[in-house]
């Protein structure tokens, strides 16, 4: 009969514990801002603020959406946001196919580029993008906005979707041409759902970049009708002040579309993954 010393019951329970500890930390100020949200201003304001609320009053969250430039900035932030993923992943699908697929001596050369881009903060080009883009009228446009994003996620996603290429067997891209398949029916029927898992865990990554930026938008957008949400949650405030609450709520509409993007690309990364190992 095998008795549990005291080492290994302290073995079975730390790891567990130490993931609730961890759990609560990034899951509290979460849960604070649910309840400033849900408060009152005497109850943001007190001296000895209730973790758990007596009652919850939902003002804020309707003075956030009835706010005339929520709509304007969601709206904004979406069409730039949507854009420059969908290009940085077309984009970057098609640079880890042709770095896989492809036989030339500069594949190495290449990786080494992408990585020390990644290298490069973003702050430190932004001043050179601001005058490229003012010679060239891309700013406060749309435009401008999403091939600064499309520039700030790609390498990252090109890093991130070629480690997913690497693990696919040169054998089978061999015998698809044996089987008389031609390099657009390979990249489409055999590589594409097979790296769909990478291709959906880039997108998560680069939509949440971009839509939580908050530098670029406010150096290249001066319009306040072109705002994002990041630069409209900087400068909520009313004629008396910052309300609190409603930031709060704000905050938490915010981060909603990111939660849905989630739930709705992880069936497929489940699919993919599943689909991929049969393959």
């Known amino acids: 009969m095998h008795v549990a010393t005291p080492h290994t019951a302290r073995r079975r329970w730390l790891p567990p514990l130490l993931a609730i500890v961890f759990i609560i930390i990034w899951i509290f100020p979460v849960y604070w801002m649910f309840v400033t949200a849900t408060g009152t201003r005497e109850t943001q304001f007190s001296p000895r603020p209730a973790l758990i609320p007596k009652s919850l009053s939902w003002r804020n969250f309707h003075t956030a959406l009835v706010s005339d430039s929520f709509g304007i900035y969601l709206r904004n932030s979406l069409i730039v946001t949507v854009t ?6 077309v984009l970057a699908f098609l640079a880890c196919a042709a770095l896989t697929l492809s036989q ?36 406060d446009t749309y435009t401008g906005l999403i091939l600064a994003y499309v520039a700030s996620v790609l390498p990252v996603a090109i890093w991130n979707m070629h480690g997913f290429f690497l693990a696919m067997p040169p054998a089978l891209f ?43 938008a406010y150096t290249f957008m001066k319009d306040p009708g072109k705002y994002t949400l990041p630069v409209w ?10 309300d ?23 069936r497929g990364l489940m699919k993919g993954s599943v689909e991929g190992s049969v393959k």
């Not at 420059?84 to 992943?89: F, H, K």
């Not at 030339?104 to 973003?122: D, E, N, W």
């Not at 949650?233 to 910052?242: D, E, K, R």
């Open 104 to 139: 030339f001596r500069a594949k190495g050369a290449m990786m080494g580029v992408v990585m020390m881009l990644q290298m490069i903060p973003g702050i430190a080009i932004l001043i050179p993008q601001f005058i490229v883009f003012n010679r060239f009228g891309l700013l």
């Open 174 to 216: 061999e015998s698809a041409r044996v089987d008389g398949a031609n390099e657009w029916q390979i990249l489409m029927r055999i590589t594409f759902p097979i790296a769909l898992p990478g291709v959906i865990s880039t997108s998560v990554l680069a939509f949440i970049h971009s839509w939580n930026d908050y530098l670029i």
């Open 244 to 266: 609190a609450g409603a930031q709060m709520a704000a905050s938490l509409l915010f981060s909603l579309p990111v939660i849905v993007f989630f739930m709705l690309v992880q």
């Open 84 to 89: 420059a993923v969908l290009i940085a992943i």
């Open 233 to 242: 949650l900087a400068s909520f405030a009313t004629p008396t002040g910052i």
